[in-house]
C-alpha cells in the first residue's frame, strides 16, 4: 500500500477509536504493555496526569494478568500495545479487559494480529524508516489527544495534534544535531561493563527502555535506569570516576531534578554524557507544548547512541541469546 494510503488509513483508525470513548464517563485509562511498548506509555501518562483529572496507569502485561487493581472496571478506559501484535500477555491482557466490557484500543506494527483481533479498535504504526509522524510515539500522541480531547475539548489539545505532522522534519534535523555525538560514544563506551541511564518525568520511560532493552537485551551490558530524583536516596553512592552514565535531561518541570543530578554526577565521575532535550529544535512547537514533543524526539536521538555502540561492538541489536530462540 502506498505511503499516503496508509497514513490515511492510521488516521481513519485513531478516529473510529477516539469516536468509542465520546459520551462515555471513565474512571481512569490503563495503559498496559511490556518492555519497550510499556516504555511508549510512558509520556502518554505524564500527559494524562498533566492535563487530566482522569487517574492513568500504566501497567506491565502479566501484572495486570495476575492482579487486576480493584478499581479496575468496565468504566476502565484501556490502550495497549505490542510491535509483534502477538505478545502473549499482552493479547491475553487485551482479550480479559475486553470480556469485563472495556473500551480497548491497541497500537501494533502488525494489522490483524493476535493483540488486533483481541481489541475493540486496532491502530496501525509504522517502524525504522517509516515517517515520524506516523510512527509508534505520534500514533500514540494521536490518540491520547484526540481522547483528551473527546473527554474534555481544549485547544491545547488541537494544537497538540496538528503538531504531530511536524515530526516529518523535526526528528531527522535532531538526530543530525546529535549524530556525531552519538557516533563518538559509542566508540569511547564500547568495552564498558555496565553503562547507567539516569532521566525524570516524561523522559524517564526513555533511561527505562535504553536501560532494559538496548543495553541489557539488545547489547548485553549491564544496567540499570536511575530516576533523577531518586538518585541522591540510594544510587549516587555508585558514582565515581570511572563509572558511566547517560544523562537524558528533560525540558520540562523535572529538569531541576535532572540538573541537580548532574551536578553531582559530573563532580565525582568523568564518564558522564548528557542528551539535553533543551538542545532540541522543535520548530513551530508552541512552548507550552515543547517537552511533550521533546520527549518523543528523544527516543530516535538516543538509539543513535545505541546503534553506535552496537556497531563499535560488532553486536548488532537484533541478536539474542534467548529472545524468539527458545521457550521461556
Same mark, same amino acid.
Given at each position: 500500500? @502506498?505511503?499516503?494510503?496508509?497514513?490515511?488509513?492510521?488516521?481513519?483508525?485513531?478516529?473510529?477509536?477516539?469516536?468509542?470513548?465520546?459520551?462515555?464517563?471513565?474512571?481512569?485509562?490503563?495503559?498496559?504493555?511490556?518492555?519497550?511498548?510499556?516504555?511508549?506509555?510512558?509520556?502518554?501518562?505524564?500527559?494524562?496526569?498533566?492535563?487530566?483529572?482522569? /487517574?492513568?496507569?500504566?501497567?506491565?502485561?502479566?501484572?495486570?494478568?495476575?492482579?487486576? /487493581?480493584?478499581?479496575?472496571?468496565?468504566?476502565?478506559?484501556?490502550?495497549?500495545?505490542?510491535?509483534?501484535?502477538?505478545?502473549?500477555?499482552?493479547?491475553?491482557?487485551?482479550?480479559?479487559?475486553?470480556?469485563?466490557?472495556?473500551?480497548?484500543?491497541?497500537?501494533?506494527?502488525?494489522?490483524?494480529?493476535?493483540?488486533?483481533?483481541?481489541?475493540?479498535?486496532?491502530?496501525?504504526?509504522?517502524?525504522?524508516?517509516?515517517?515520524?509522524?506516523?510512527?509508534?510515539?505520534?500514533?500514540?500522541?494521536?490518540?491520547?489527544?484526540?481522547?483528551?480531547?473527546?473527554?474534555? /475539548?481544549?485547544?491545547?489539545?488541537?494544537?497538540?495534534?496538528?503538531?504531530?505532522?511536524?515530526?516529518?522534519?523535526?526528528?531527522?534535523?535532531?538526530?543530525?544535531?546529535?549524530?556525531?555525538?552519538?557516533?563518538?560514544?559509542?566508540?569511547?563506551?564500547?568495552?564498558? /561493563?555496565?553503562?547507567?541511564?539516569?532521566?525524570?518525568?516524561?523522559?524517564?520511560?526513555?533511561?527505562?527502555?535504553?536501560?532494559?532493552?538496548?543495553?541489557?537485551?539488545?547489547?548485553?551490558?549491564?544496567?540499570?535506569?536511575?530516576?533523577?530524583?531518586?538518585?541522591?536516596?540510594?544510587?549516587?553512592?555508585?558514582?565515581?570516576?570511572?563509572?558511566?552514565?547517560?544523562?537524558?535531561?528533560?525540558?520540562?518541570?523535572?529538569?531541576?531534578?535532572?540538573?541537580?543530578?548532574?551536578?553531582?554526577?559530573?563532580?565525582?565521575?568523568?564518564?558522564?554524557?548528557?542528551?539535553?532535550?533543551?538542545?532540541?529544535?522543535?520548530?513551530?512547537?508552541?512552548?507550552?507544548?515543547?517537552?511533550?514533543?521533546?520527549?518523543?524526539?528523544?527516543? @530516535?536521538?538516543?538509539?543513535?547512541?545505541?546503534?553506535?555502540?552496537?556497531?563499535?561492538?560488532?553486536?548488532?541489536?537484533?541478536?539474542?541469546?534467548?529472545?524468539?530462540?527458545?521457550?521461556?
Amino acid at each position: 500500500m @502506498p505511503d499516503k494510503e496508509m497514513y490515511a488509513l492510521q488516521l481513519q483508525q485513531v478516529e473510529e477509536a477516539i469516536k468509542t470513548v465520546r459520551g462515555k464517563k471513565f474512571n481512569a485509562v490503563y495503559m498496559i504493555a511490556c518492555g519497550g511498548s510499556k516504555s511508549t506509555f510512558g509520556p502518554a501518562q505524564y500527559i494524562f496526569d498533566s492535563e487530566s483529572d482522569l /487517574p492513568a496507569y500504566v501497567l506491565t502485561s502479566n501484572e495486570f494478568n495476575y492482579r487486576k /487493581p480493584k478499581q479496575f472496571t468496565p468504566q476502565s478506559l484501556v490502550l495497549t500495545c505490542s510491535h509483534s501484535g502477538n505478545t502473549p500477555e499482552t493479547v491475553q491482557a487485551t482479550q480479559a479487559a475486553k470480556d469485563m466490557g472495556c473500551v480497548t484500543i491497541c497500537l501494533s506494527n502488525k494489522i490483524d494480529s493476535e493483540l488486533w483481533q483481541a481489541a475493540n479498535h486496532g491502530v496501525y504504526y509504522g517502524w525504522g524508516d517509516y515517517n515520524p509522524a506516523y510512527g509508534k510515539s505520534a500514533m500514540l500522541y494521536r490518540m491520547v489527544f484526540g481522547v483528551l480531547n473527546e473527554l474534555s /475539548p481544549n485547544e491545547r489539545f488541537v494544537r497538540a495534534i496538528k503538531h504531530i505532522d511536524a515530526l516529518e522534519t523535526l526528528v531527522p534535523k535532531n538526530k543530525d544535531l546529535f549524530a556525531q555525538r552519538a557516533a563518538a560514544w559509542g566508540k569511547e563506551h564500547k568495552r564498558e /561493563p555496565i553503562i547507567y541511564t539516569m532521566a525524570s518525568g516524561e523522559y524517564y520511560p526513555e533511561a527505562y527502555s535504553f536501560a532494559v532493552c538496548l543495553l541489557m537485551e539488545m547489547q548485553w551490558i549491564h544496567s540499570s535506569s536511575i530516576h533523577s530524583g531518586e538518585y541522591f536516596h540510594g544510587p549516587f553512592e555508585i558514582t565515581d570516576y570511572d563509572v558511566p552514565f547517560l544523562m537524558f535531561m528533560s525540558r520540562g518541570k523535572t529538569r531541576y531534578l535532572d540538573q541537580r543530578a548532574l551536578n553531582f554526577a559530573q563532580k565525582y565521575s568523568d564518564k558522564v554524557t548528557v542528551i539535553d532535550a533543551q538542545e532540541f529544535n522543535l520548530g513551530d512547537i508552541e512552548e507550552d507544548l515543547q517537552s511533550y514533543f521533546a520527549a518523543i524526539i528523544m527516543t @530516535p536521538v538516543a538509539r543513535q547512541y545505541a546503534d553506535s555502540i552496537a556497531d563499535h561492538r560488532g553486536h548488532p541489536l537484533s541478536v539474542r541469546r534467548y529472545m524468539w530462540r527458545m521457550e521461556y
